[in-house]
């Protein structure tokens, strides 16, 4: 087994992680875990193994990415069995490429092992397809929110991204979902595009069908956990059990 595993946990739900991610979290001496839904479900699969929380959230105080990369490499180091839990899939906004090079710099060995990024589980949540034949092609995973000290290539280099797929889903957007549906609307997306918005995919959330118009206008109700937001016209049919008003009406 490597030194080191970088294993993705899938939005949340102990259920969601795969076979091999569960299997090497029981082998684990200590983990360094994100901000997890459920994090103590998971640790049913390692109970005495030394549990670390790293997560950030946004607006939260968490810790920096060099303190997580140097903790890994140290424990390592020690002849631990490390396990690095991270949310979703590792190789999507999940600073995978940081600790990748800390432990390949400290000459330790390291896998990864992916996990299910929470666009598959929101739309599995939806019981929605991200693709759909003759209608959308293409889907684009992205962020429009810059982490602290980076810039944008150019203004708004996310929205290019977001005009050329059928299928967009934007990550850690919730907090200022009316500003990017303004901006995308500007730039020319259909004002009535469809949109989705999934709180805790794969877990209990909040769930709504609107439009880019709709949120542009209203922005979203408070929500607790993170945010997916899906658009384009594969979700025109989606059919929702609940928290089906408009948003005029929920911010009532």
């Not at 330790?108 to 034949?133: F, K, M, W």
Request: hydrophobic share 45%; with cysteine.
């Amino acid at each position: 087994m490597a030194t080191v595993s970088l294993i993705g946990a899938g939005p949340g739900e102990p259920e969601l992680m795969t076979r091999k991610a569960w299997r090497i979290l029981g082998e684990a001496d200590v983990v360094l875990y994100d901000a997890l839904i459920d994090a103590e479900g998971m640790k049913e699969a390692a109970p005495d193994a030394r549990w670390i929380s790293v997560g950030k959230r946004a607006g939260r105080p968490a810790p920096e990415q060099a303190f997580i990369c140097r903790t890994l490499v140290a424990y390592a180091r020690r002849g631990w069995r490390v396990v690095r839990l991270k949310g979703g899939d590792p190789s999507l906004f999940g600073r995978l490429a940081e600790e990748l090079e800390a432990c390949r710099a400290a000459g330790l060995d390291v896998e990864v092992v992916p996990g299910v990024t929470s666009a598959c589980a929101a739309a599995a949540d939806l019981q929605a397809s991200l693709t759909l034949r003759g209608v959308a092609r293409s889907v684009v995973f992205l962020t429009p929110r810059l982490g602290r000290g980076e810039q944008e290539p150019c203004d708004d280099h996310w929205l290019q991204a977001a005009l050329t797929a059928d299928t967009a889903v934007l990550y850690m957007a919730g907090k200022r979902a009316d500003q990017v549906c303004r901006k995308l609307i500007e730039a020319g997306r259909p004002a009535l595009t469809p949109l989705c918005v999934v709180e805790n995919a794969g877990g209990t959330g909040l769930r709504l069908q609107t439009t880019l118009m709709e949120v542009a206008r209203y922005g979203l109700p408070p929500m607790q956990g993170p945010v997916s937001l899906l658009l384009g016209d594969a979700f025109a049919d989606v059919r929702l059990a609940q928290n089906t008003e408009p948003l005029s009406v929920l911010e009532g």
